[in-house]
């Protein structure tokens, strides 16, 4: 899942000051949030079945984001917009954050 939130990348956050392995750590970080972000929307619609369903695949296996994302996406068919929208919510937060401190 992360992979495919990567993919996603908000474009408009200037990491470019940075060395190349923390550009590499900061982009891992912000995709965690947006992953974690997304989860909470798809979270809410599924349903109770299939929440205990992903509850079993996590506890069986967290690491496996093959498995996790072909879940998500077999129960959740606008999942890449989510992903897109969530995507694009952190960067226009995040904007807002950097204007806000700049001034």
């Given at each position: 899942?992360?992979?495919?939130?990567?993919?996603?990348?908000?474009?408009?956050?200037?990491?470019?000051?940075?060395?190349?392995?923390?550009?590499?750590?900061?982009?891992?970080?912000?995709?965690?949030?947006?992953?974690?972000?997304?989860l909470?929307?798809?979270?809410?619609?599924?349903?109770?079945?299939?929440?205990?369903?992903?509850?079993t695949?996590?506890?069986?296996?967290?690491?496996?984001?093959?498995?996790?994302?072909?879940?998500?996406?077999?129960?959740?068919?606008?999942?890449?917009?989510?992903?897109?929208?969530?995507?694009?919510?952190?960067?226009?937060?995040?904007?807002?954050?950097?204007?806000?401190?700049?001034?």
């Amino acid at each position: 899942m992360e992979k495919t939130v990567n993919k996603n990348q908000p474009q408009g956050i200037n990491l470019g000051a940075l060395p190349q392995k923390k550009q590499q750590k900061m982009l891992m970080q912000i995709g965690k949030i947006i992953f974690q972000r997304v989860l909470v929307r798809v979270l809410d619609e599924l349903t109770e079945d299939e929440k205990k369903e992903f509850d079993t695949l996590i506890g069986k296996s967290p690491d496996d984001e093959k498995a996790i994302l072909a879940f998500l996406k077999d129960k959740v068919h606008d999942l890449d917009e989510i992903v897109k929208a969530e995507t694009e919510r952190f960067k226009t937060e995040t904007g807002d954050i950097m204007r806000q401190a700049q001034a």
